[in-house]
């Protein structure tokens, strides 16, 4: 089992920045994917980064440019650094973890919200 807890969500005005934390109960060495999905109301859940055990990296075309995910293994967190927030940024954030076990798991969610 791999507890996943995200923070870092808020209020920001558009042209803001945000860095989300992801802090896994236990290593993410095994981790083999580590992702940030968003769900916006009325919308599906899409994903809108992933980094893997090896540190290739991948973005939806709507943040390409504006948002970094990263990893930190000795600390077991990852990390949404975004820039140049939209309102269509605006979503709930969750952490997701796919383990060496073919296990997935999820974070509880963090609310973004980019308004003026």
């Known amino acids: 089992q791999v507890a996943l807890v995200e923070s870092g969500g808020g209020l920001v005005q558009p042209g803001g920045s945000l860095r989300l934390s992801c802090a896994a109960s236990?290593?993410?060495?095994?981790?083999?994917?580590m992702a940030w999905y968003r769900q916006a109301p009325g919308k599906e859940r899409e994903r809108v980064a992933r980094i893997t055990a090896g540190g290739s990296l991948n973005y939806a075309d709507s943040v390409k440019g504006r948002f970094t995910i990263s990893r930190d293994n000795a600390e077991n967190t990852v990390y949404l650094q975004m820039n140049s927030l939209k309102p269509e940024d605006t979503a709930v954030y969750y952490c997701?973890?796919?383990?060496?076990?073919?296990?997935?798991?999820w974070g509880q969610g963090t609310q973004v919200t980019v308004s003026s």
């Open positions: 236990k290593s993410i060495v095994s981790i083999h994917v």
């Open positions: 997701y973890a796919y383990t060496i076990y073919q296990k997935d798991y």
